[in-house]
């Protein structure tokens, strides 16, 4: 029998009977769900109900353990993953150039996402081409991708559809689901390495938590404020990171860091204005300095690395 009325009980009764769902609920309802015995209107009531309260790091990661159990190895160091799009405002993503720049230094780099229709924002989907990174049709192909070039960008829907269509659900009912912190943590390719970029305040935290639940001594993951919600660092904020590794969850507050002597001649393919080629550079290597910081634990050494990094990239292109 299905566990879907248990779950909704427990999360829906009145406010002093209440409980969130534990880890193992959370994993069992999901993979039920997965498996076609929960029905979606069943399932958005959970998810509606889990979302009003705040969903916790067993739920989420019970979730994600449910999704992780049907994924095959595709095999990367670094999961990317890719879902808020940025404002017009904020510049194109330039997150992509960060991803194939640590590709290019031998990184192996999945990136996965979903493009909303409705959300009238930059989304990685429509760049790829411009900066070369292919895009897989499935996870099989992704694997061959990344063994031919380390980068690749596989969509949400050719891995996890289902997780596809409960992000849809905002449409029907107007209110975002936990399903939206469950996919930036799907990590389909079981890289050791991940980053986490998310906007509204104690997410940061929570998804530093939701990977140390899921994987405490498999990765090592930064999680902090990203711009317009992305994956990618902003230079111009101070704020607190969290990283989760095989030693727990720890909390870093770095200040506003923004290199003031860098080459503007670099004329990126993604379409960026002369104006905002200073904010690019240094969103590059701060967004590529996060990721190393999860190997080096040392930000100095992590932004000097893809300081190099940079100027290999622009000398190269120069050439």
Partial sequence: MSSILE????????????KPLSFEQAYKVMDEYLDGQVGDDQMAMLMMLIRVQNETK????????????RMPDIGADIDWPCYAGKRYSAGPPW???AAKILADNGYKVLLHGYKDPTMDRLHVEDFLEKVGIETAKDAKQAKSILKKHNIAYLPLAHFAPQ?????GW??????????NTVV??????????????????GFQQLHAEVEHEIGKTSHAVISFKGQSGESEYNPKVSQTVWMSSTEGVESYYWQERQLDEIDN?????????????????????????????TELQDRDRAIAVADRYWHQFIGAESR
């Fill in 95 to 97: 997150q992509l150039l």
């Fill in 58 to 69: 067993q739920e989420i990661a019970g979730f994600v353990s449910a999704f992780q159990s």
């Fill in 163 to 167: 997780a596809e269509t409960m992000i």
């Fill in 184 to 201: 930036r943590a799907l990590n389909p390719s079981k890289a050791r390495l991940g980053l986490r970029g998310s906007f509204h305040p």
């Fill in 7 to 18: 779950c909704i009980r427990t999360v829906g009764r009145g406010e002093r009977g209440r």
């Fill in 170 to 179: 905002k449409q029907r009912y107007g209110l975002r689901t936990p399903i």
């Fill in 265 to 293: 001649s670099y004329k990126c393919p993604l379409g960026t204005s002369v104006e905002q080629r200073h904010l690019m550079v240094n969103t590059i290597i701060e967004t590529m300095a996060a990721v190393l910081f």
